[in-house]
């Protein structure tokens, strides 16, 4: 019985190292895959992790239909018992429901990879759908972890160094122009997202005074 399944997680947690491990268990076992991306850090149709690993993949386009994909590989002779889909959270609410129909009509299990909500704390819309049909959702228990060294769970935005909880849900790179100045990403605990205090902002705290930016007193809310 095919099933599709979830592995969410914070930025930083290893999602992609992950994928990448799984189409590799499936494929020894004499399995046949597909792999799924979007806005990979590497460019388009390519999966790749950050411990330097990559395999070819999917590009998945705005409009792209992954059930067909499926069905025009299996067409052309290729068996597809399985699909990987990294980086989910950015796939549209209609291609998870895709993916669903794949376990369900054409027995094709899925495994999907993705961070369960952005920089504002607001889930992602394909995230969301997943959440709403996965068989199991599972948290990844590779934990990324603060600055302060506690466990991380909240993606935040940087902009030019200083945290922002406002902007376009999806920015990849530094080109877009709604969201000009350099763009990164840092993962936190929910204290230091809640206090915007990420690392560089602590770190010029420290050195601004003589206050210990572990203690919440150094860090008010905003
Ligand atoms: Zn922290």
């Known amino acids: 019985m095919a099933e599709l399944v979830f592995f969410s997680g914070t930025m930083d947690c290893g999602k992609s190292t992950l994928a990448l491990q799984m189409d590799h268990n499936h494929r020894a076992r004499g399995r ?7 806005f990979d850090r590497a460019g388009q149709s390519v999966l790749s992790s950050r411990l330097g690993l990559s395999t070819p993949a999917v590009e998945v386009s705005d409009g792209l239909d992954l059930w067909d994909v499926v069905v025009e590989r299996r067409t052309g002779g290729h068996r597809v018992d ?17 993916l669903a ?16 909500s952005d920089f504002r704390t607001q889930l992602f ?7 709403e049909l996965a068989d199991k959702v599972q948290v990844l228990q590779v934990e990324a972890l603060c600055w302060c060294g506690r466990r991380a769970t909240h ?4 902009v030019d160094g200083v945290m922002v909880v406002e902007g376009e849900q999806v920015v990849v790179g530094d080109t877009e122009a709604a969201a000009p100045g350099v763009v990164e ?17 602590a770190h010029a705290a420290a050195l601004s005074a003589d206050v210990l930016p572990l203690e919440l007193d150094a860090c008010p809310l905003p």
């Not at 046949?32 to 979007?38: D, E, P, S």
């Not at 819309?125 to 959440?131: A, E, H, T, V």
């Not at 990403?185 to 690392?199: F, K």
């Open 125 to 131: 819309p394909g995230s969301r759908r997943l959440i």
């Open 32 to 38: 046949a895959g597909l792999i799924f991306t979007r």
């Open 155 to 158: 993606n935040a935005r940087v």
């Open 82 to 98: 399985y699909v990987i889909c990294d980086e989910a959270q950015f796939y549209s609410p209609a291609q998870v429901e895709q």
């Open 185 to 201: 990403y840092e993962v936190l605990c929910r204290r230091h997202y809640m206090r915007r205090m990420n690392s560089r902002a």
């Open 101 to 116: 129909r794949l376990v369900d009509e054409m027995d094709v299990d899925v495994f999907a990879f993705g961070i369960t």
